[in-house]
């Protein structure tokens, strides 16, 4: 069973730019999970979807942070304009419907805003 | 404050001593999951508990969950260099069983020296 994709893995941009991270979960799984793991802290769930539908979006910042699930398959987290503080790693997630808890992570895309 | 407090934040052990990490919740727990994390890599699922005095293992890892007290311990007996890494604890502190929404400690630093 392929694992969870995340591409880039990393990116360096300078503040004010945009970027974009991509999800390719594991086949079959309905719910995806974008977290933020700034260094020394544990994640940070920003945004959670049910197929395309979101679930909870309530720590997402909404005025720079987009995500998006089309087609209730792959997902985009976007970031629009990037600020200092908004590097991290990002960590995509999936499980599969009703199995509380396991979740499978990808390797995650690592972002440094300078 | 955090949600999930975890216990020491970095622990250096000699290889073949044993070790404990702990997680303390400041709300009710509705499942508690223990990950593993490796520099650069994304989060591996170690186990989950649901009930309070449950107790699980996987090879020479331990995990209790104590519910009245909200607080999970994990034991390593006889540690080896596989298992250095960061040991992040998870907690589903919503108000139903099943949220599938997962909050994250900050991690404990496991070092394992010859």
């Known amino acids: 069973e392929a694992g969870v994709a995340q591409s880039p893995r990393y990116k360096i941009i300078e503040k004010r730019q945009s970027v974009a991270f991509w999800c390719n979960p594991i086949?079959?799984?309905?719910?995806l999970y974008w977290y933020q793991q700034i260094l020394g802290q544990g994640p940070k769930l920003l945004i959670q979807f049910q197929n395309n539908g979101v679930v909870d979006d309530s720590q997402l910042p909404k005025d720079r942070f987009s995500a998006e699930r089309l087609k209730g398959v792959d997902s985009t987290l976007k970031i629009q304009p990037a600020k200092l503080e908004d590097s991290a790693v990002y960590l995509c997630?999936?499980?599969?419907?009703?199995?509380?808890?396991?979740?499978?992570f990808g390797e995650g895309s690592r972002l440094t805003v300078l | 404050s955090q949600e999930l407090e975890q216990s020491p934040q970095s622990l250096i052990v000699q290889e073949g001593k044993n070790l404990t990490i702990n997680c303390t919740s400041s709300?009710?727990?509705?499942?508690l999951y223990w990950y593993k994390q490796k520099y650069g890599e994304g989060l591996i699922f170690l186990m989950m508990?649901?009930?309070?005095?449950e107790e699980k293992s996987h090879e020479k890892i331990t995990a209790k969950l104590d519910e009245k007290k909200q607080q999970s311990s994990l034991h390593i007996t006889a540690s080896q260099p596989s298992h250095a890494g960061i040991y992040l604890c998870?907690?589903?502190?919503?108000?139903?069983?099943?949220?599938?929404?997962?909050?994250f400690g900050t991690g404990t630093r496991l070092t394992i020296i010859p």
């Open positions: 508990l649901q009930k309070g005095g």
């Open positions: 086949s079959g799984h309905a719910t």
């Open positions: 998870g907690a589903d502190l919503g108000t139903n069983f099943g949220n599938e929404k997962l909050t």
């Open positions: 997630a999936s499980s599969r419907w009703g199995t509380t808890g396991e979740l499978f």
């Open positions: 709300k009710t727990l509705y499942g």
